[in-house]
């Protein structure tokens, strides 16, 4: 038998191996469901009955959308629960997280909660991650785990496979995708009435800046890096230009609006 435990409560669930972890042999309702739920939203009482309606929190696709349903007609047809969490970078607004089978979106470098979206593998066998970038940022691509690791696809709206592998691990033992965003118009080159503002806590020098071109890269003024000084956070962009990726560096990118800069001391550069 598989065993979890919820609130101090045992729960078993049919299987071939006895383990108190997710184990890949379990069926029915396997997954991290009984043990990784630290995250789930109180008060609701998560039940075996509960838990087997979609509509409830935590969602999970089991094709019976208008009834609370007994657990052995859920899962008469087999099929196993799989899920996974998502997170981004702090991008401004910039929204990162899933259309399918459930829609649930984070933004600010939070984490979207794998219990937000589950699916059975025999209701439907992927689960489909969704990006949407806000001005002045681009969407790099989804990366495995964190903002350091395998870069596996440049594709916002991605759909992911149960049993396939991505980056080298399996679904089974993939607890995140990761969002990266890149701002696309921070290349010294593209800037004009540049002005040295501040330094960050780690000493990156923050500016001030227009743009040059301003039907392409917006009007107004502008406050953050140039991509030459933070190698660490930059990457080329197709055009030649180099993008920054904010979420690496301790400033943040903004437009400032009608502040009150008479009281920084600013250096024309």
Known sequence: ????????????????????????????AYSGKWVQCGDWPQPNNFSVCRWSNELDSPKVNTGMQTSNLSFNQDYRYGGRVFHFGMKGSNAGGSKYGFSSPFASLGQGGGTVPAYTNNTLSSRQNFITTTATAVYGYSFLGYRLESSSGTFLTPVANANWFFNSTYGGTNMAYIKYFFASFFNVISDRRLKENIRLVGKSASGINIYTWNYKDVLKHGKGLFEGVMAQEVPQASIQHPDGYLMVDYSKIDVTFKKVYGSNMGSRKCKTI
């Open 1 to 28: 038998m598989y065993y979890g435990v919820v609130d101090g409560s045992n729960l078993c669930v049919r299987g071939n191996t006895s383990t108190t972890v997710n184990n890949t042999n379990a069926l029915g």
